[in-house]
């Protein structure tokens, strides 16, 4: 279960669902974009997500306006025999386009060119 976060008035939401290619939105949705190394795995909320590649798109629908929802993504990744791993938070609202990028320690010009 999917609690609110208890630090503030901020829903914490059900983890969006993976889109296709073609990004079709409503006004009552958001889309959250996440750039990882294509091997990691990524959570959203606590939950694994099936997703695989260097980008991965995902649509939540049912966003009210005028809140904001709380998606905490943690994205792992297998270095050296270890699990390395990181964690951000994205807020979106109802019609809104939020992005995060994981780079495990790689420099910001890889990162970028990585999420081309």
Known sequence: MIESAPSNDTP??????????EINTREDSGLLTIWV??????????????????????????????????????????????????TKTVNLTAGSTEGVAFGFNVSPQQQFAAAQ
Not at 49 to 62: A, M, N
Not at 63 to 73: A, E, F, H
Request: proline share 7%; glycine share 8%.
């Open 37 to 86: 190394p294509a091997k990691a795995k990524v959570f959203v909320n606590g939950m694994e997500t099936k997703t695989t590649g260097s980008r991965r798109r995902y649509v939540s629908h049912g966003l009210q306006p005028g809140l904001t929802y709380k998606y905490v993504i943690r994205a792992e990744l297998v270095r050296n025999g270890k699990i390395a791993e990181e």
């Open 12 to 21: 914490t939401a059900a983890p969006p669902k993976q889109t296709s290619t």
